[in-house]
């Protein structure tokens, strides 16, 4: 290309016997051949080359394409994805397909100057890696050549005039890697804008402002422990009245006849999905996770399964490894980094994701065959402001002892009447953190998960809500593994409320901001939903300290107040018990939980240890704001499948 009129693009890197690569003299637009130009002769069919070459037999061909008359997916994806052809066959008769060549990375390394122009992440979503200039024209390597023209003008804005060659996926990925893997490190812890990001969280200051009011409350109650008692009281019964209304008024709404959808609507093209399934030092659950998830019923060929593990986790990874996983399933090892969280590894995960609808499992979970099919479908009926779709958890070890049994009850009722109630009142829906599908280009849009925050997914259902998109649930479950162990119990716990503390910092950073973006009435539903549900877990000791006069034991405020106020008092606590009972009765209705309706007396035995939890997020806020205390999966799971 040094010379001037030279009209071949021939890198030192083409695989010996590969066609050239055409392109036109300097300071023109560079194409490929002219089989892959747009005004030459037809390119060969795919299938035919494959034939030719010895690469399939004739049968598994005609198989490849009756499902491909029903897929809309391309041919490559599918014979690969159903074992009829390799990777590497596929990609060389995409080479002859396009008149061009398969990059061979032994050879030599893409130049990170070039792609520093693109972008490492925009790179991956896009399947093109710059490789090398020769003269005017840049070689770039592209891993799906089909969609090449889609980004010509995107990469020669930012190029200059480019030449195809073909890749395969894996090295591409390798390639790119090998030069700009920290940045994509970086990039994955911060990747949301810093304005809705718990990362510049202080634990100092809180530290002091927490100091500062212990100290004021504790002087309060040397000189007036009636009237500090009575304010505590006071703001406790307010968000207890008020969180029982709106979960009364969410299971009113959530009763309501449901309109029938439209399924005429449904997309005739099913969009590619890709599961992102974080694991951390779970070698024992990984062959189970592999059965579990092989059961969903969605294509292989538009199904991309993700297990996202950390690049030392090296068990896990060998697990996995004699796992023997299917093409549609490969592992993403996380660089290694001081902050452990799962936000951090989905965000590093999604930039190697494939499909048009990006879902999270967690490693336990099983779900239903099904469930995809519904989730895209429920997509394709919908606008795009529909961003996220929740799917229903539940446990499938709910008869192991008495915390599983009351964690079965509580997840009924949050999953089953809550969520799908909050969801209709058209309030901000906290999401869960598995079971969770969304399209892809809203979550590139909010820049992914907050990597830094222990509770991504009810922070994520703010940001969603915040930038003007909702979340629908959908009746399909996936069962889990609940944790019925105390102290781990608590634990996990403890790491929820310590995230929707500081999800509560940080979006109540301007007021003014949120209750702008959500309105007045989505803006009282987080105070309740965030504050309310932290105040009552705070302070919940002084609610139990009524249960004094219930034993006759009298109680400071019985001669403080006037007797109404106590009797209106009495009644609150009759309501707030009779609605947490008749709501967890009603989500048992479900014949597989309809023996644990007895159960929900316990629940008054259940909820304290919340209360251990919530001082013990309070002080990790201090000393440890981003430490992920992880759950061990895999303990009761022997029902599941």
């Given at each position: 290309m040094g010379q001037a009129g030279r009209r071949w693009c021939e890198p030192d890197n083409t695989a010996a016997g590969s066609p050239p690569l055409r392109t036109v003299p300097a300071g023109g637009s560079a194409t490929v051949s002219a089989r892959g130009s747009a005004g030459g002769s037809k390119r060969p069919q795919l299938g035919a080359i494959l034939l030719r070459n010895g690469a399939i037999r004739a049968d598994d061909l005609l198989r490849a394409l009756e499902l491909q008359t029903r897929r809309k997916a391309p041919l490559g994806d599918i014979l690969r994805a159903h074992g009829l052809a390799s990777d590497r066959a596929v990609m060389a008769a995409l080479a002859d397909q396009f008149g061009t060549s398969v990059i061979d990375p032994a050879r030599s390394r893409p130049d990170p100057r070039l792609i520093d122009r693109i972008g490492p992440r925009r790179c991956l979503q896009i399947g093109c890696l710059p490789w090398a200039r020769a003269g005017a024209c840049t070689l770039v390597a592209c891993a799906r050549p089909d969609q090449f023209d889609t980004h010509r003008a995107e990469l020669e804005a930012a190029l200059g005039p480019v030449a195809m060659a073909v890749i395969p996926e894996t090295d591409l990925h390798a390639?790119?890697?090998?030069?700009?893997?920290?940045?994509?490190?970086?990039?994955?812890?911060?990747?949301?804008?810093?304005?809705?990001?718990?990362?510049?969280?202080?634990?100092?200051?809180?530290?002091?402002?927490?100091?500062?009011?212990?100290?004021?409350?504790?002087?309060?109650?040397?000189?007036?422990?009636?009237?500090?008692?009575?304010?505590?009281?006071?703001?406790?019964?307010?968000?207890?009245?008020?969180?029982?209304?709106?979960?009364?008024?969410?299971?009113?709404?959530?009763?309501?006849?449901?309109?029938?959808?439209?399924?005429?609507?449904?997309?005739?093209?099913?969009?590619?999905?890709?599961?992102?399934?974080?694991?951390?030092?779970?070698?024992?659950?990984?062959?189970?996770?592999?059965?579990?998830?092989?059961?969903?019923?969605?294509?292989?060929?538009?199904?991309?399964?993700?297990?996202?593990?950390?690049?030392?986790?090296?068990?896990?990874?060998?697990?996995?490894?004699?796992?023997?996983?299917?093409?549609?399933?490969?592992?993403?090892?996380?660089?290694?980094?001081?902050?452990?969280?799962?936000?951090?590894?989905?965000?590093?995960?999604?930039?190697?994701?494939?499909?048009?609808?990006?879902?999270?499992?967690?490693?336990?979970?099983?779900?239903?065959?099904?469930?995809?099919?519904?989730?895209?479908?429920?997509?394709?009926?919908?606008?795009?402001?529909?961003?996220?779709?929740?799917?229903?958890?539940?446990?499938?070890?709910?008869?192991?002892?008495?915390?599983?049994?009351?964690?079965?009850?509580?997840?009924?009722?949050?999953?089953?009447?809550?969520?799908?109630?909050?969801?209709?009142?058209?309030?901000?829906?906290?999401?869960?953190?598995?079971?969770?599908?969304?399209?892809?280009?809203?979550?590139?849009?909010?820049g992914g998960w907050d990597a830094h925050n222990v509770t991504e997914d009810a922070d994520l259902g703010i940001r969603l809500a915040r930038h003007g998109y909702r979340t629908e649930l959908l009746d399909s479950v996936t069962l889990e593994e609940a944790n019925c162990r105390v102290w781990p119990w608590v634990k996990q716990r403890s790491r929820w409320l310590k995230g929707y503390a500081m999800t509560y910092a940080v979006h109540m950073r301007d007021p003014g901001l949120l209750w702008r973006q959500l309105g007045a009435w989505r803006f009282w539903g987080v105070q309740v939903l965030f504050l309310g549900t932290l105040v009552q877990f705070l302070l919940a000791p002084i609610l139990w300290s009524f249960w004094l006069m219930l034993f006759g034991l009298g109680h400071p405020l019985a001669s403080a107040l006037p007797h109404g106020a106590l009797i209106g008092v009495a009644a609150m606590f009759l309501m707030s018990e009779v609605a947490g009972l008749a709501i967890n009765i009603a989500a048992l209705k479900n014949p597989r939980h309809r023996f644990l309706r007895p159960w929900t007396l316990s629940l008054h035995l259940y909820f304290p240890l919340a209360a251990i939890a919530a001082w013990k997020g309070c002080w990790e806020m201090i000393s440890s704001p981003f430490y992920w205390d992880k759950t061990t999966h895999g303990l009761h799971d022997t029902g599941a499948g």
């Open positions: 390639a790119l890697l090998g030069s700009r893997r920290s940045a994509l490190r970086l990039m994955a812890e911060t990747c949301v804008a810093a304005e809705e990001s718990c990362r510049l969280w202080n634990g100092q200051r809180f530290s002091r402002y927490a100091a500062a009011a212990a100290i004021a409350m504790l002087a309060a109650t040397v000189a007036a422990p009636l009237a500090a008692f009575l304010g505590l009281f006071g703001l406790v019964l307010v968000f207890l009245v008020a969180g029982n209304l709106l979960k009364i008024a969410a299971a009113i709404a959530n009763s309501r006849p449901r309109r029938v959808p439209d399924t005429t609507v449904t997309a005739l093209r099913k969009p590619g999905v890709s599961i992102m399934v974080p694991l951390y030092r779970e070698p024992d659950i990984a062959p189970r996770l592999v059965k579990r998830l092989g059961a969903l019923t969605y294509p292989r060929e538009l199904l991309d399964v993700m297990l996202v593990c950390e690049e030392d986790d090296h068990l896990t990874r060998d697990a996995l490894a004699a796992s023997r996983l299917p093409h549609w399933m490969r592992v993403i090892p996380v660089p290694d980094s001081a902050l452990r969280t799962k936000p951090r590894a989905l965000n590093y995960a999604l930039n190697f994701a494939r499909g048009e609808v990006i879902g999270v499992y967690d490693a336990e979970d099983a779900p239903a065959p099904d469930q995809l099919h519904r989730v895209v479908d429920l997509f394709a009926r919908s606008g795009p402001d529909l961003a996220c779709v929740q799917g229903v958890l539940d446990y499938y070890n709910p008869r192991t002892n008495w915390l599983s049994r009351c964690f079965t009850i509580e997840y009924a009722a949050w999953f089953r009447m809550i969520l799908p109630g909050l969801a209709r009142l058209g309030l901000v829906v906290p999401l869960g953190g598995t079971t969770l599908f969304f399209r892809r280009e809203t979550l590139d849009r909010l």
